[in-house]
């Protein structure tokens, strides 16, 4: 990777971290992210209870800052989100400050032992090309055959007009739907265990460090940009646009519905309006719905919205507030926050609406 100028994101287990100090040391050294990947890998203990999990996450992170003197807020599921993640494994971590990273391309590497590397390189082509990509590829001593054809997978996605990034510079990361059900039996997250993740976990940590890491100001009109933040955490999504004299809002007399996963959140007729031709909707209801927070502040006027990792600062206008509620377009809001619109379906008593993560195109 070095030769080929390419940088890359590890996800590294606590353990190895604590075995190899000094190989985590010289991913960070070299320009590459490092992101955690819970201390043991086991699953039963991982997905067996929150507590457990949330214990290996913070175990890991002291590692990593210990060994390489980074403080990151990736973070990858062993064996994936889908089917081990319920909403509230994601709201829990979401809450805790990190960015939950899957894959939307599987090199095969460590589907056996010794895969080799035509075959590795055979899967990666056989992917569907997406607008972002996270190509899965294991780095353990088992696996020289993916080093083997790492020059080849660099070659074929450059020739087809791709540069190369660690995943810490994406505001929006590519994520699993939430599954109808799981794996594994356990309880839901106690009240304790998530106080303890938020507290020892990435927010706490990087508050402690960098309390003057705060957002830069936006402003509420347009459709969002993305930037790249401080200690591996995207810098607030940017929602900004022309300052001009906006149409008025339209009341629909349909209930509207959006659906991500298992997660439902409800508007009734009224409560979300109609602008040149677009859905807005509250944004506190929308963030909420999706497990986020709102926050605001009534000598600047602003308001803080944090949903799935994402911050957004709104300094709203008078043309963005109805009912004195803060009014964004569906679409640019789901957009900040990482996702997009699946399927629309409108009858005559209900607009539903289906979301999930950025999916990969043709």
Do not use: C
């Not at 913070?58 to 062993?78: C, M, N, S, Y």
């Not at 095969?108 to 607008?131: C, F, H, Q, T």
């Not at 906006?246 to 009224?270: D, H, M, Y």
């Not at 929308?286 to 709104?314: C, H, I, P, Q, R």
């Amino acid at each position: 990777m070095k030769r080929e100028r390419v940088k890359a994101t590890f996800f590294v287990l606590g353990e190895h971290v604590e075995r190899y100090p000094e190989t985590v040391k010289r991913i960070a050294e070299e320009g590459h992210a490092i992101g955690n990947h819970t201390y043991n890998h086991k699953y039963e203990q991982l997905y067996g209870s929150f507590g457990e999990f949330a214990r290996q996450v913070v175990e890991t992170d002291k590692a990593i800052e210990r060994a390489a003197g980074v403080k990151t807020r990736l973070l990858r599921a062993p064996g994936g989100t889908h089917r081990n993640f319920d909403e509230a494994y994601f709201r829990a971590l979401d809450e805790a400050g990190y960015i939950v990273v899957d894959w939307n391309v599987d090199s095969g590497d460590s589907r056996r032992i010794g895969v080799p590397a035509d075959e590795i390189v055979a899967n990666v082509k056989a992917s569907r090309l997406s607008e972002r990509t996270v190509v899965l590829l294991h780095d353990s001593s088992i696996h020289q055959e993916t080093v083997k054809a790492l020059p080849d997978i660099i070659r074929y996605y450059r020739a087809k007009g791709y540069t190369f990034a660690a995943l810490e510079q994406q505001a929006s990361p590519v994520v699993f739907p939430v599954a109808d059900s799981i794996k594994w039996k356990r309880d839901m997250p106690t009240a304790a265990e998530t106080a303890y993740l938020q507290k020892h976990g990435a927010s706490g940590r990087l508050a402690a460090a960098a309390p003057e890491a705060r957002p830069a100001n936006a402003h509420a009109a347009g459709s969002p940009t993305e930037a790249g933040g401080r200690f591996g955490a995207p810098a607030p999504a940017k929602l900004a646009g022309e300052v001009r004299k906006r149409a008025p809002f339209l009341t629909e007399s349909r209930q509207l519905v959006v659906r991500k996963g298992g997660i439902v959140v409800r508007w009734e007729p009224g409560e979300y309006a109609i602008r040149d031709g677009a859905v807005f909707v509250p944004v506190r209801t929308l963030a909420k719905g999706f497990g986020g927070k709102v926050y605001w502040d009534e000598k600047s006027n602003k308001a803080t919205v944090m949903v799935n990792g994402t911050v957004l600062e709104l300094e709203p206008g008078p043309d963005s507030i109805r009912n004195n509620r803060i009014m964004l377009p569906l679409r640019g809001a789901l957009a900040a926050f990482g996702l997009e619109i699946y399927r629309m379906k409108a009858g005559n008593a209900i607009r539903e609406i289906e979301v999930g993560p950025f999916r990969t195109i043709a």
